[in-house]
């Protein structure tokens, strides 16, 4: 590389207010400084670019980690007929509605998401192609089709997977084509009208199984857990994430204080589903259950458990891709301080996606992937909605 192509790969970014993913950065003006895509240093001093970087001066503006959604799905279209859709669509029309999602996200200031669940491992394909083309999405990593018994919850993706051995060959079949995470549907789900999300599908054996598996290939294992008895089993099992957590019921939810305390002292951490549109319908009975929900997330935050935002975008028209920046919204509104709530899209939703001094950190060393918004976030959290300059990887994609 040439003195001259070095210097191309390097910029100086200025900001008013810099969250570096834990903290806001105490100095009134923070210039961030980025070399062949990653952050080298923050200067704090008011001091000059060293000659040749160019600068860009935000101006009022805070710059923060760019946002990481643990929980997504670019194969759901947010539809009225999202399982429809997903079964019936060509593999191509699949693969463009995926597209369009990624960038959607990508627009809003998501720069990683954890893609738990598709079809025929066709997020695969757009995670390379984001990482060829940093502007055409976030950053993806891939679970591929989730394990499911025979006709679990969510078994129409293809991820069918029974007993010890079918466990483990899936596990080895998805290490084998290249997930970067396995996500398992520990108990039935909404979306899969013949499972009940309360109850089981996998003994504690067959979890522990599939933890197993995963940890010996290198890969982190997401479990999606309503019912207690389901969550309380992928805590006992190892898993890496427990998606969901709502304690759901039959006709409603019922946190269990002694598991919720459990979750908090094994220091897991919990992706959270919260994030709906502003206005769009809720159907029953989630428009009943969401106040419940948050008032629960807020006893969570409270109880010590570590959290990140996990939306499920594209499971409901209410669940666009694009809808974190509503979902922290939701989290501070129901009491959850901002500070924390950022800190859980970015620093600890970096450790969620098992890449903690990678990303989610405004700080050396760390992709330089980040997101400015007008104003000041830690005390307007609608500063979020406000994007005024995106960079991925060190290139500015708004
Ligand atoms: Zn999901």
Known sequence: MTTAERADTRRAVRARRVFDGL????????MVLIESGFITDIDTTGAEPPAGVPLEDLGDVTVLPGLIDTHTHLAFDASDEVVAHVQQATPEELSAQMRRAAASMLRCGITTIRDLGDRDYLSF???EETAVRPETGPTILAAGPPLTPTGGHCWFLGGQADGLDGISRAVAEHAARGADVIKMMVTGGRMTPTTLPHESQYTLNELRAAVDRAHERGLTIAGHAHGRQGIADALAAGFDTLEHVSFMTADG???DQAVIDAIAASGIISSVTVGVLP???????????LPLMLAHLKNMYDSGVRITIGPDG????????DVLPHALSALVEAGIPARAALAAVTSTAAEACGLKGRIGRVAPGHSADLLAVSGDPLTDI???HR????????RRVL
């Open 382 to 384: 609608a500063a979020i």
């Open 314 to 321: 594209g499971v409901a028209p209410a669940k666009p891709h």
């Open 253 to 255: 939810i019922a946190p």
């Open 279 to 289: 206005g769009a319908a809720v159907p029953p009975p989630l428009d009943r259950l």
């Open 125 to 127: 394909t757009i995670r």
């Open 387 to 394: 994007p005024s300059a995106i960079y991925r990887r060190g």
């Open 23 to 30: 903290d806001l950065c105490r100095a009134q003006d923070a």
